[in-house]
């Protein structure tokens, strides 16, 4: 019997804990909201600067499972989360989905991340679950950001 390529995508890509187990076959992309980071890059510590005031926060969303149907920002490292602004549905139900958040920057150091939810309740772990090959890995995207004093 001759074996197609998706047969061996399937088994190339296994979803398991241990190497005993047979896991089971990435078929579709989890969830994933990713933030485009604000302010302006310091290129050795990797944070990103941002002055006080009025800030956008945006990026893109999407999911393999079902249209993504909300996206949540926090700028606290998930003590908090509020929604984003999400454009219209793409005609595409698998299409990225762009969202927006308006944030007012003040002083000091935050963590910044956006985690996106799905029509069929899927939604972005702050804690990754851990497979033997790394696959899937939909965790909630960090962006470290310092806002300069007045």
């Known amino acids: ?5 998706e047969q061996d995508y399937q088994r190339a890509l296994p979803l398991a804990a241990a190497l ?3 896991g089971t076959p990435v078929t579709r992309i989890e969830p994933r ?3 485009r980071p604000p302010g302006f890059p310091d290129l050795m510590s990797r ?3 941002v002055r006080p005031g009025p800030c956008t926060v945006d ?3 999407w ?3 079902a249209p993504v149907t909300s996206v949540e920002v926090t700028t606290d490292a998930g003590a908090s989360w509020s929604p984003a602004e999400l454009d219209p549905a793409p005609v ?3 299409a990225w989905r762009r969202w927006r958040y308006d944030w007012t920057a003040r002083p000091g150091r935050y963590l910044l991340g956006a985690r996106a939810t799905d029509a069929s309740g899927r939604s972005q772990p702050l804690d990754q679950p851990w497979n033997r090959g790394g696959f899937a890995n939909n965790l909630v995207q960090r962006v470290a950001v310092a806002v300069l004093p007045e």
């Open 63 to 65: 999911s393999g499972h």
């Open 33 to 35: 909201a990713l933030v």
């Open 20 to 22: 005993e187990e047979p």
């Open 47 to 49: 944070v990103r600067v």
């Open 92 to 94: 595409e139900p698998w």
């Open 1 to 5: 019997m001759e074996r197609g390529v």
């Open 59 to 61: 990026g893109r969303a």
